[in-house]
């Protein structure tokens, strides 16, 4: 029988941002080890490691596969924390693919969203489970940035999270951030079927809402962004989520739309930074670090926009 907890929180641990004891200990010190639990999917730790315990039972999920479950006390950075379970994941899984992963195990009846590369701030888990006291299914936060933060960390940021950074209003919204975002376990059963393909923000949250479900942004719920990828990792990382998105969304689009989108492929990274910048701008914060970090969100705008464009054309539509 399965148990049921009030929060599970799901960590993406990827090899370009390792978790850290003192990630792990500040987010310990909010968690009620009674009701809650954190479930880490971590690609630092290798499949068929010998960390792995063999007692554990091996758990059937969607590829990557998930592998044997790993006891708190198999590693020192987990030992002193019986809530949390830590997955091996492969290293070729995407963070949203980790996420899709976590969910599956979660026991939770709110499931929040995190990774390694975003400290929550304090109050984060109380911010929460006070928000979910409110009747929406999706509840996500602001996401702010470290200092002392590099100017590759600063656009990457801006590339991601420029509509996540305060200050703003809480409001209903189409779209949350997969790095801080929590949902009601009911929502989430509506989105099953999408899941098996990862949690692609666009994707779920169109789903929630042809299903009737609301989503709210709360600015009183932060995490930090700290470094994640160096400049070609993220390239990469862009490329290949354009990719999938691209791929993905082929089969929401009538042939004409399609045809309009790649033909429409050079102005869309100028039209992508234009909307950031805006945004940014109309914050009135950061705008040196946003002015000096142009040609660099330029580059990653460029870098999505191509993986976007090949995942049109390569993707397969809808079955008539």
């Given at each position: 029988m399965t148990v049921r907890l009030k929060l599970s929180i799901v960590v993406a641990v990827s090899r370009a941002a390792p978790l850290s004891s003192e990630w792990l200990s500040r987010l310990g010190r909010q968690i009620d080890p009674e009701t809650m639990e954190?479930?880490?999917?971590?690609?630092?730790?290798?499949?068929?490691?010998?960390?792995?315990?063999?007692?554990?039972?091996?758990?059937?999920?969607?590829?990557?596969?998930?592998?044997?479950?790993?006891?708190?006390?198999?590693?020192?950075?987990?030992?002193?924390?019986?809530f949390v379970v830590r997955?091996?994941?492969?290293?070729s899984a995407r963070v949203p693919e980790m996420w899709s992963m976590g969910i599956e195990q979660a026991r939770g009846e709110i499931v929040a969203l995190t990774a390694a590369h975003c400290t929550p701030g304090d109050g984060w888990v109380a911010e929460i489970l006070r928000a979910h006291q409110a009747?929406?299914?999706?509840?996500?936060?602001?996401?702010?940035?470290?200092?002392?933060?590099?100017?590759?960390?600063?656009?990457?940021?801006?590339?991601r999270y420029s509509s996540y950074m305060t200050p703003f209003t809480a409001r209903t919204v189409s779209d949350l951030a997969g790095d801080?975002?929590?949902?009601?376990?009911?929502?989430?059963?509506?989105?099953?079927?999408?899941?098996?393909?990862?949690?692609?923000?666009?994707?779920?949250?169109?789903?929630?809402?042809?299903?009737?479900?609301?989503?709210?942004?709360?600015?009183?719920?932060?995490?930090?962004?700290?470094h994640s990828f160096g400049f070609l990792g993220f390239m990469r990382q862009r490329f290949d989520h354009g990719h999938k998105y691209g791929s993905l969304r082929v089969a929401t689009l009538t042939t004409?739309?399609?045809?309009?989108?790649?033909?429409?492929?050079?102005?869309?990274?100028?039209?992508?930074?234009?909307?950031?910048?805006?945004?940014?701008m109309s914050k009135r914060r950061h705008r040196i670090r946003l002015v000096v970090s142009l040609p660099i969100l330029l580059l990653f705008f460029l870098s999505w926009s191509l993986g976007e464009l090949i995942g049109h054309c390569t993707g397969q539509p809808a079955t008539p």
């Open positions: 954190i479930v880490i999917i971590d690609q630092t730790v290798p499949l068929g490691s010998a960390a792995m315990a063999e007692d554990f039972p091996r758990v059937e999920a969607a590829s990557p596969p998930l592998s044997s479950r790993v006891p708190p006390s198999s590693t020192a950075m987990t030992e002193d924390y019986p997955w091996p994941c492969d290293a009747e929406y299914a999706a509840i996500g936060g602001a996401i702010e940035i470290q200092p002392l933060a590099s100017i590759i960390d600063w656009a990457i940021y801006f590339c801080n975002v929590s949902y009601k376990r009911i929502a989430l059963a509506s989105c099953e079927h999408i899941l098996r393909n990862g949690f692609w923000e666009p994707f779920i949250h169109a789903e929630l809402r042809d299903h009737g479900f609301q989503l709210f942004l709360d600015p009183a719920i932060v995490v930090f962004q700290g004409g739309k399609r045809a309009r989108l790649i033909l429409l492929f050079p102005a869309i990274p100028f039209l992508l930074l234009y909307r950031c910048a805006r945004r940014v």
